[in-house]
């Protein structure tokens, strides 16, 4: 059964460009939550959607931002990057069932300059 | 607002001693997990405790949860090397909200 798949793994952006990560849930599960993930601020909460419909967001400005298809493959989208939104970007995948278990991707590593 | 505290926020120990390391949080909570995470690598998932009183071991590690308290512990027996990680514990507030409020994180070092 294959985990879950984040594309790229690596990223280097300049400060004012956008980004897009990707997130492939593991097969049936509907839910994919972001965090991110800092040596200052540890694992921070982005938001999580559900069936195509973002359910709970975390505090973060409206430059980071995501969806989900129909296929609950989901994207996070980081606009006007900013040097402090250098971090671990890590996705994870849970079916939303009685007992429901996160699990994560590899994540992805974006470094802006 | 869920706060989830973790200590000791660095652990070096011994091969061969015991430890634990606690999970205090401030809000009632359904569930709680404990993840492990190697230098530069993802969160793997350890254990998911879902009623007061739950226990699980895997190996040398033992969870515990007591949600009266807010406290759960993950304890270590007879540390070996292999185990040397960054420790989380994250909290669930109820099922259907996905959002995970994790701790610090503890970074256990096992010395030869």
């Known amino acids: 059964k294959a985990g879950v798949t984040q594309t790229p793994r690596y990223l280097i952006k300049t400060r004012g460009q956008q980004v897009t990560l990707s997130c492939s849930p593991i097969?049936?599960?509907?839910?994919v939550s972001w965090y991110q993930q800092t040596p200052g601020q540890g694992l921070q909460f982005l938001f999580e959607?559900?069936?195509?419909?973002?359910?709970n967001k975390g505090n973060f400005p409206g430059r980071f931002s995501g969806r989900q298809f129909s296929n609950s493959r989901s994207e996070m989208n980081v606009s006007t990057l900013e040097l402090g939104d250098s971090a671990l970007y890590l996705c994870?995948?849970?079916?939303?069932?009685?007992?429901?278990?996160?699990?994560f991707g590899q994540g992805t590593r974006l470094t802006v300059v | 607002e869920l706060k989830v505290e973790q200590n000791p926020l660095f652990l070096s120990m011994q091969e061969g001693k015991n430890y634990t390391i606690y999970c205090n949080y401030s809000?009632?909570?359904?569930?709680l997990y404990w993840y492990r995470q190697d230098p530069g690598k993802s969160l793997e998932s350890l254990f998911v405790?879902?009623?007061?009183?739950a226990v699980k071991q895997e190996g040398r590690l033992m969870a515990s949860l007591d949600t009266k308290a807010r406290l759960s512990t993950l304890h270590i027996t007879a540390a070996v090397h292999d185990l040397s990680a960054t420790y989380f514990c994250?909290?669930?507030?109820?099922?259907?909200?996905?959002?995970?409020?994790f701790g610090t994180g503890t970074r256990l070092t096992i010395i030869p």
């Open positions: 994870a995948s849970s079916w939303t069932g009685g007992n429901t278990e996160a699990f």
């Open positions: 097969s049936g599960h509907r839910s």
């Open positions: 959607y559900f069936s195509e419909t973002q359910r």
């Open positions: 809000t009632t909570s359904d569930r």
């Open positions: 405790l879902l009623s007061n009183g």
């Open positions: 994250a909290v669930g507030l109820n099922f259907g909200n996905e959002k995970l409020t």
